[in-house]
């Protein structure tokens, strides 16, 4: 009962929130120079699944984002303001990092099908997971169930072979379910800083059927690494519609 009262009150239409300035509404965060300031009141927020902004309850897409370990919430904002359209209900999914990503992955499959009771005219659903946070999504992908159409990104997640960590095993998925499309999107080993110091790319995931891309070296005149990656696959993808 805990995660459906949790539920329950991130759909409310809050009356405050357009007063509220220390919760980080989309469309209040800053990517420039108060960009670590907004990426604290996006880390901060509780764990589970908070919306980014209001809802009509008529939005066509159910956008959800998944950070990675130790994540400051600052990579988060540019990427969401460029995918978040009139026609997206955007959610932050806030979970721990630190411990087995297991409990949480079964969390969001929860939040996500409550959710949806709220948006009955949802035609899509998109999943872009982080670093750790692309190996939660893509532990999702195999046993996915859910009859709408449904993208699942892993950004620049170590997916490629087994591991254990924080107290669980993760397996790679060996099958895409139909109406599931799964997105590889892989940094540049040598550039990417959480990778860099591996034999091998931990990214590198045999799948068949699944979509994959090698993200240039640069971006914007800069060395394309590990945070801005979601920014560039932002950018690849443009608004969600």
Not at 21 to 44: I, M, V
Not at 105 to 133: M, N, Q
């Amino acid at each position: 009962m805990k995660y459906i009262v949790l539920t329950i009150i991130f759909l409310v239409p809050l009356a405050f929130a357009e007063n509220d300035q220390d919760y980080p509404w989309l469309q209040n965060l800053d990517p420039g120079e108060g960009f670590k300031q907004s990426g604290e009141k996006l880390s901060g927020l509780d764990l589970g699944l908070n919306p980014l902004e209001r809802f009509s309850g008529k939005e066509k897409v159910l956008l959800v984002s998944v950070h990675g370990s130790r994540s400051e919430g600052y990579e988060w904002i540019y990427p969401l303001q460029t995918l978040d359209t009139e026609n997206s209900a955007t959610f932050f999914y806030r979970w721990d990092d630190r411990k087995c990503y297991l409990s949480s992955a079964e969390k969001l499959i929860f939040y996500i099908k409550e959710v949806l009771k709220s948006f009955p005219d949802t035609e899509r659903v998109v999943i872009i997971g982080h670093s750790y946070g692309g190996v939660l999504v893509a532990s999702l992908v195999e046993g996915w169930k859910h009859s709408l159409s449904t993208e699942i990104h892993s950004v620049a997640g170590p997916i490629g072979s087994s591991f254990s960590r924080g107290g669980c095993y993760f397996n790679p998925p060996k099958d895409i379910p139909d109406k599931l499309t799964f997105y590889q999107w892989r940094t540049q080993h040598h550039l990417d800083s959480a990778f860099n110091r591996l034999k091998s790319d931990p990214q590198n995931l045999n799948l068949i059927g699944s979509k994959v891309t090698r993200l240039p070296e640069t971006y914007r005149g800069r060395r394309l690494g590990h945070n801005w990656s979601i920014s560039w696959v932002a950018d690849e993808l443009g608004p969600i519609k």
